[in-house]
């Protein structure tokens, strides 16, 4: 694993959130995203870094930190999957479609996230193989 790698920040203690960081472990043929929950100090320093709000409340977005740029939303979506392994990484197809058009969606996911997945009151503890690509 790249220790410079791109760096996925995601919502803790969203079930969907969480499912999708074990998703893309079990997905990831690059084997360089780290990870960092929104609500570590490590994930606010990376937000203060990129010039980004630190959210006061619930995370409404995933981020993904590579280099000196970050990029939120579905734009976050198309970067984590081009790492991914065949055939989810297809969906880069979808960079075709109109950012504003992909973030529509995906704010409709986002605003109901805790709803249709559940939330935990803290972040849960990681595996072995997350704990070594986490971000503290």
Request: aromatic share 6%; charged share 20%; with cysteine.
């Given at each position: 694993m790249a220790s410079d790698?791109?760096?996925?920040?995601?919502?803790?203690?969203?079930?969907?959130?969480?499912?999708?960081v074990?998703?893309?472990?079990?997905?990831?043929?690059?084997?360089?995203?780290?990870?960092?929950?929104?609500?570590?100090?490590?994930?606010?320093?990376?937000?203060?870094?990129?010039g980004m709000k630190v959210p006061e409340g619930d995370p409404d977005t995933i981020v993904v930190v590579e280099g000196e740029s970050a990029y939120e939303r579905s734009s976050a979506v198309m970067r984590i999957v081009r790492h991914m392994t065949f055939p989810f990484w297809l969906a880069r197809v979808f960079v075709l479609v109109p950012r504003p058009i992909r973030d529509f969606f995906y704010k409709i996911i986002a605003r109901n996230r805790y709803r249709w997945f559940g939330k935990t009151n803290e972040c849960r503890i990681p595996t072995p193989e997350l704990r070594a690509r986490m971000i503290t």
């Open positions: 790698g791109p760096i996925v920040l995601f919502d803790g203690v969203c079930n969907l959130c969480n499912g999708a074990q998703f893309i472990l079990d997905h990831d043929r690059t084997h360089a995203l780290r990870f960092a929950s929104l609500q570590s100090d490590g994930g606010r320093a990376l937000l203060e870094k990129h």
